[in-house]
Nanobody
Framework: QVHVVESGGGLVQPGGSLRLSCTAS????????MNWYRQAPGEQRELVAN???????NYVDSVKGRFTISRDNIKNMVFLQMNSLKPEDTAVYYC?????????WGQGTQVTVSS
């Protein structure tokens, strides 16, 4: 059974930084693309960034140059370093992996950017 757990959210002022972490168990972690999504109130969930097994990274345009996704295949973890945060980054952030065609989600971690 795949188990995904996020951590690292919180309240930060505009321009600040946060680092989200995600642990995924129950899979051969190094073989899978890992994704970070977010969902703001009243909005659809959107893909923020992902990192493939070959460590190719992709970002939504709104976070390019500010967010960095990385992975540690020894610890089965994926990270999202978020810098220069803006109020519009406020959302619940979810870690996601698709295993054998089935999506697995964490419980989400709240990120609030406000002064």
């Amino acid at each position: 059974q795949v188990h995904v757990v996020e951590s690292g959210g919180g309240l930060v002022q505009p321009g600040g930084s946060l680092r989200l972490s995600c642990t995924a168990s129950g899979i051969n972690f190094r073989l899978y693309t890992m994704n970070w999504y977010r969902q703001a109130p009243g909005e659809q969930r959107e893909l923020v960034a992902n990192i493939t097994s070959a460590e190719v990274t992709n970002y939504v345009d709104s976070v390019k140059g500010r967010f960095t996704i990385s992975r540690d295949n020894i610890k089965n973890m994926v990270f999202l370093q978020m810098n220069s945060l803006k109020p519009e980054d406020t959302a619940v952030y979810y870690c996601h992996v698709r295993f054998r065609g089935v999506p697995s989600w964490g419980q989400g971690t709240q990120v609030t950017v406000s002064s």
